[in-house]
């Protein structure tokens, strides 16, 4: 399964890290394929918020996250993480990491094959 874990309270201007690590049969299985994050607002629908190919090199962000969110790798630990920082109030919802069906990254989540659990960030004063 994708493990996801990091979430939290936090206040606006806050930095978390989130982080998904592949374990039970998916472990070491993660390492060839994109990764990314999405996240779930409540009332909303899931939405993209990152994206990372299977080396690293590659990165795609949502427009209201990007300059404050980055997205890692380290496929010797079969872990990603999502380093948030400058958070804001609409940054409050529920996020997912996700193993893509392929090498590459992208922000559909048909390319998507497998979801992790999801963990709850909330930024409130």
């Known amino acids: 399964q994708l493990q996801a874990s990091g979430g939290g309270l936090a206040q606006p201007g806050d930095s978390l890290t989130l982080s998904c690590a592949a374990s039970?049969?998916?472990?070491?299985?993660?390492?060839?394929?994109?990764m990314g994050w999405f996240r779930q607002a409540p009332g909303k629908e899931r939405e993209f918020v990152a994206s990372?190919?299977?080396?690293?090199?590659?990165?795609d962000y949502a427009d209201s996250v990007k300059d404050r969110f980055t997205i890692s790798r380290d496929n010797a630990r079969n872990t990603v993480y999502l380093r948030m920082s400058s958070l804001k109030p609409e940054d409050t919802a529920i996020y997912y990491c996700?193993?893509?069906?392929?090498?590459?990254?992208?922000?559909?989540?048909?390319?998507?094959?497998?979801w992790g659990q999801g963990t709850l960030v909330t930024v409130s004063s």
């Open positions: 039970g049969r998916y472990r070491g299985t993660i390492s060839n394929n994109g």
């Open positions: 996700a193993k893509g069906r392929s090498a590459a990254s992208g922000s559909r989540p048909d390319t998507y094959q497998s």
């Open positions: 990372i190919d299977w080396r690293g090199t590659l990165t």
